[in-house]
Structures are given as C-alpha cells and as structure tokens.
C-alpha cells in the first residue's frame, strides 16, 4: 500500500534550521503535485509549501515565505521542506501530502503520519 514517512523533526531553538523529508513508497508520485501541510496546537491543519511534478513551480503560504523551500527529488520519491530562521509560531505537527493533480490545489489523496517540530523562545 502507499506509505509516506517524514522525518526530520524535533527541538529546536528559534532561528533555527530544520530539513523535514518525506519517503513515498507504494506508488511513484514523479507526474503528481507534493506538499507539506501543518497543525499547531489547538488550530486546524493548515498549507505550508507545494511542488509541481518536476519541480518547476512552488507554491508558499504567505507566513513560511522566503524562511522554507520546498524541493523534490523524483529519483528517490521523496519530497523536503528547508526551514530556516525558526520561529515559535512554526511550531506543530508537519504533515507531508501527495498525488494532487495540480501543485495550486490543496486537495491530497495521501498523506504521512507527521512529524513534530518545536521551536523554543
């Protein structure tokens, strides 16, 4: 069956990096749009980053904006998310998604069991 695994998570303190990975196995989503998803405590899953299915295009929600970036590498099935100068309010759960027709549409067939990260002041 299809499984996405992230990993990469944990503590760190703000201004901090991090590299979330996200390991696609099952089926290949090479000609299919990825994405990374979050959920802080208390507040509802919400977009952080998509990719195109070859990488050409990205698509930021307007808070992680010029801080994340988003990468794929089709070779391995997996998708990334660099996130640099960490803030507290970044943290949450982080959830990778996969297989949308288009890197715009926010609506995932698949998606990972998540990964914590926690931004300390």
Known sequence: QVQL????????????????????????????AMGWF???????????ASISRWGRWTYYADSVKGRFTISRDNAKNTVYLQMNSLKPEDTAVYYCAAGSSNYRDLSYP????GT????SS
């Open 38 to 48: 979050r959920q802080g405590p208390g507040k509802e899953r919400e977009f952080v």
């Open 110 to 113: 698949y998606w990972g069991q």
């Open 5 to 32: 695994v992230e990993s990469g998570g944990g503590l760190v303190q703000t201004g901090a990096s991090l590299r979330l990975s996200c390991a696609a196995s099952g089926r290949t989503f090479s000609g299919e």
């Open 116 to 119: 914590q990260v926690t931004v």
